[in-house]
């Protein structure tokens, strides 16, 4: 598959490239700047078009003229810049005309100083020089971000990514103009993280397939909803976060250090609270579209895709992690046992498990419909034991969410993965 991308603004092509080639290996990518994009669309072959902060709003300005037939990717929409147009923009219109004249008066410093406030100063590293012609689009592309506007959502058949932590765009206004936005929980307007979810959401990349072994098996299904989900988990998940932060708690700064690994790690709701870690913290999960947005989110940890039923290949560890995964194992026992034989002498463990009385209002009416294997916490005790593990600590913890509807719900769990079969209905 070939993507024609028209980047942001000042973002050079060829670095928007690699990023997009080191997430997106299998597409081929093409990419233009704004000033570009016309004659880009005009004369470049391909199966789908990207575009990313500016070149978003370049294609929402100019969607007329986009094929229908063509799918469309946006990364961090504009349909405003400034603050005062109420579309989700930051910055307000005074400090974008005062970047448009220091860009007139000393160019480099200039952008630079947009790709530190931008976040992206990490990976892009500092620019050097920049031609006339260049200065020139690039005053040329800021008058666009002060004048175009866009009120009304894209196409359906567009798909949209944005940061929940973007310093640029308001995230939440902007889903009030485009509903079907996928906000991206951690992620902010480096495209990195964007562009991993664009891959696994997007329907050319990842076309659906029926499975009736799936279908028959349980744990199968329940990892193929997660990989499906990997984008939307983190938005979604405010008690797996409140229970990840609930755990990371136990382990004190002093203690972060030495080999660990973490099993079911999703996309890093606990990873993210044990950094920094001194020495190696290996994350896997057995969804690897999980693993992949891991990866993107939090690269200086090691991300590996494995089933925790499986730890023999991973070296002794000084600590293993496994927040809200247990309950979702059928011989859970037996797998406690592989763990403990991963563990060095002196090693440690920390779990959070889902104990009965977790959603119980929805099992009190639907009692067929859970996908978790419930165990009270003397059982998961016994289990432990009978692992050759000693519980040094544990802690009943309640955490209450009140939703609207049914309705709501649903679509939470289902977001998240936690709806393996789609067997009811609101009613």
């Known amino acids: 598959m070939k993507i024609l991308w028209i980047t942001g603004w000042a973002v050079p092509p060829a670095w928007f490239s690699s990023q997009a080639y080191a997430v997106w290996p299998e597409a081929e990518h093409r990419v233009a700047t704004p000033t570009q994009a016309a004659a880009a669309i005009a004369s470049e072959n391909f199966e789908a078009l990207g575009g990313y902060s500016l070149g978003a709003l370049w294609l929402l300005v100019h969607v007329r003229e986009i094929p229908k037939d063509i799918p469309v990717i946006l990364l961090a929409p504009i349909f405003a810049f400034t603050a005062e147009e109420n579309c989700g923009g930051k910055v307000a219109h005074a400090q974008l005309r005062l970047q448009r004249r220091r860009l007139r008066k000393d160019a ?192 200086s940890v090691h991300w590996k895709v494995l089933n925790a039923h499986e730890p023999s290949e991973l070296v002794p560890v000084d600590w293993l992690f496994a927040c809200n995964v247990l309950q979702w194992l059928e011989e859970p026992e037996t797998v406690l046992h592989g763990w403990r034989k991963i563990l060095t002498s002196g090693g440690r463990f920390a779990v959070a498990i889902l104990l009965p009385g977790t959603l119980q209002e929805l099992r009190a009416v639907l009692p067929e419909a859970s996908p978790l294997h419930w165990h009270s916490e003397p059982e998961w005790r016994e289990m432990f034991t009978r692992a050759g593990l000693t519980v040094e600590r544990a802690e009943l913890w309640e955490h209450v969410e009140i939703l609207p509807n049914s309705i709501t719900l649903l679509r939470t769990l289902h977001a998240m993965g936690l709806a393996p079969r789609r067997t009811v209905n609101a009613g």
């Open 108 to 299: 480099v410093p200039a952008v630079n100083d947009f790709f530190q406030r931008a976040g992206m100063a990490n990976s892009l590293g500092r620019l050097d020089s920049l031609s006339e012609s260049q200065i020139s689009d690039l005053d040329e592309e800021l008058g666009w971000l002060e004048n175009w506007k866009v009120k009304e959502a894209p196409p359906q058949h567009w798909c949209g990514f944005v940061g929940a932590e973007d310093p640029l765009l308001d995230a939440v206004e902007l889903k009030k103009i485009w509903p079907d936005l996928q906000i991206i929980a951690r992620a902010g307007h480096a495209p990195g993280a964007l562009l991993c979810a664009a891959k696994l959401g997007f329907p050319l990349a990842n076309p659906k397939t029926e499975s009736k072994d799936v279908d028959r098996d349980l744990p199968q299904a329940v990892i193929q909803n997660f990989n499906c989900s990997a984008a939307a988990y983190e938005t979604h998940g405010a008690m797996q976060a409140a229970l990840a932060a609930k755990l990371a708690s136990w382990i004190a700064p002093e203690e972060r250090t030495g080999n660990a690994v973490e099993f079911g790690a999703g996309t890093g709701l606990f990873t993210r609270q044990m950094s920094p870690w001194k020495e190696t913290y290996t994350a896997t999960d057995a969804a690897p579209n999980m693993v992949e947005l891991g990866r993107a989110l939090y690269p």
